[in-house]
Nanobody
Framework: QVKLVESGGGLVQAGGSLSLSCAAT????????MGWFRQVPGEGREFVAS?????NYADSVKGRFTISRDNARNTVYLRMHSLKPEDTAVYYC????????????????WGPGTQVTVSS
């Protein structure tokens, strides 16, 4: 079991950058596939990126977002560049056992989320 908490969300102008962190406050992330998802009101949770031994990205963020992990710090990061208004969402960190998983159902453990708002 692992308990996750996201941080780093906020308001940024289009074209700007923001970095999110996801820290495990219970358990260790080293044995998990870690993922980032995002959700806007009225829509489902959308896959953004995942990292196991390698990384996997949604086409919409490829080349702009970078996922990384520091197992010693028990933390996963999502660095976001060239942000667009359509990146506005609540961003969630998740942990699961399936390598390179992109679906919501593959991740049993979730953080509470952090809001990212990109103004035009």
């Amino acid at each position: 079991q692992v308990k996750l908490v996201e941080s780093g969300g906020g308001l940024v102008q289009a074209g700007g950058s923001l970095s999110l962190s996801c820290a495990a406050t219970l358990g260790t992330i080293s044995t998990y596939t870690m993922g980032w998802f995002r959700q806007v009101p009225g829509e489902g949770r959308e896959f953004v990126a995942s990292i196991t031994w390698a990384t996997n990205y949604a086409d919409s963020v490829k080349g702009r977002f970078t996922i990384s992990r520091d197992n010693a710090r028990n933390t996963v990061y999502l660095r976001m560049h060239s942000l667009k208004p359509e990146d506005t969402a609540v961003y969630y960190c998740a942990a699961g056992m399936t390598p390179y998983a992109t679906t919501y159902s593959a991740y049993p453990y979730w953080g509470p989320g952090t809001q990212v708002t990109v103004s035009s």
